[in-house]
């Protein structure tokens, strides 16, 4: 499905699913993403099985015109897209820069906790794909930005394991944004990334996906040579930037892993590294409750301004 998105008004006239209108239209397109779906040992052992799944994504091309233009993808969290996604598209938008935002959740008919945390990573390369083949994207300027759970397919998708086990034609992703996210698993060959840049962007207060993790794999990274930066604020919970949540939400019965050091192991095994025993969140008593969401407007302020100049640079 293609349409024209209009920001101002104007006279719209339909031509089939088009819908034309001023110079300053927006396209808008719905493209479908074949992908699969892959347990955990099978993403790290076999990718070529798994359960085929067909899901959706928006494509906002900012501008119309023949030329070829920079994209982003927008990984979602697990709660799928909502109101703070529209928002980043907005802004990646005002950039004259393409946005992709795939449902991984809706089209394959999970409940975003039983879908393996490893699903963004084959997701984001299947998206790429889909945009790279589109005649207005460039697809040497592809960036991945994605938060919570989305952010594993935006962090991770920059490993050269996992690009040279799932991208297509060997593309690669041209930078790598993650908000908030989870860096507590130790993957084989982790430090040997594709050289693009990645910026993280964390709250220190974050007590679902705990910071500390974030800092050491950092550090790591640096030490490989790798352009790798994390931004952190003081006092930000976990999604900081959806704006839509009012006061400070509290949820005492929900669990994290976030004090859980964990590694992949034998046969796509992910192991509790203090035990070296097969990690099971239901059961595993590195697993905590309680957690915390609330909207962090300075910190929004400063990823927003801080992404758009990264973008700006990595894109050019």
């Known amino acids: 499905m293609t349409r024209w998105f ?10 089939g699913s088009l819908l034309v209108g001023t110079a300053h239209a927006q396209r808008v397109e719905l493209r479908p993403v074949e992908t699969v779906t892959l347990t955990i040992q099978q993403f790290f052992t076999d990718g070529s099985n798994g359960t085929r799944a067909a899901i959706a994504g928006e494509l906002r091309i900012p501008k119309p015109g023949s030329d070829r233009l920079p994209a ?8 799928g897209i909502g109101p703070a996604n529209e928002r980043w598209v ?7 820069v393409a946005s992709f935002v795939p449902d991984s959740v809706s089209g394959r008919g999970i409940d975003a906790s039983k879908l393996p945390n490893t699903t963004p990573v084959v997701d984001s390369y299947r998206a790429l794909g889909v945009l790279a083949a589109h005649p207005r994207i460039d697809p040497n300027r ?18 050269i394991r996992f690009r040279n086990m799932y991208s297509p034609h ?3 992703f041209a930078a790598h944004i993650g908000l908030y996210a989870p860096c507590n698993t130790a993957y084989r060959d982790d430090d040997k990334i594709t050289g693009k840049p990645i910026r993280i962007f964390h709250g220190i207060a974050d007590d679902l996906f705990s910071i500390e993790p974030c800092r050491a794999y950092v550090a790591r990274l640096k030490q490989h040579g790798v352009d790798i930066e994390l931004t952190e604020f003081p006092g930000a919970h976990h999604a900081f930037d959806a704006f839509a949540i009012q006061g400070v939400e509290k949820h005492p019965e929900a669990r994290s892993s976030r004090n859980c050091h964990l590694a ?8 509790n590294s203090t035990t070296g025993k097969p990690f099971d969140f239901a059961s595993d008593s590195c697993v905590e409750q309680g957690l ?5 407007e300075p910190a929004t302020t400063a990823t927003v301004a801080a992404v ?9």
């Not at 758009?308 to 050019?316: E, I, Q």
């Open 170 to 172: 060997g593309i690669e």
């Open 6 to 15: 209009l920001p101002m008004c104007a006279i719209v006239v339909f031509a």
């Open 264 to 271: 992949e192991g034998d046969d796509g095994q992910i192991l």
């Open 142 to 159: 592809i960036a991945v930005m994605g938060n919570s759970f989305g952010a594993r397919g935006a962090l991770y998708s920059s490993n």
């Open 90 to 96: 907005e802004t990646i938008n005002s950039l004259g």
């Open 72 to 79: 982003v993808i927008l990984m979602p969290g697990a709660g």
């Open 292 to 296: 915390t969401f609330a909207y962090d």
């Open 308 to 316: 758009k100049a990264f973008l700006a640079a990595a894109l050019k």
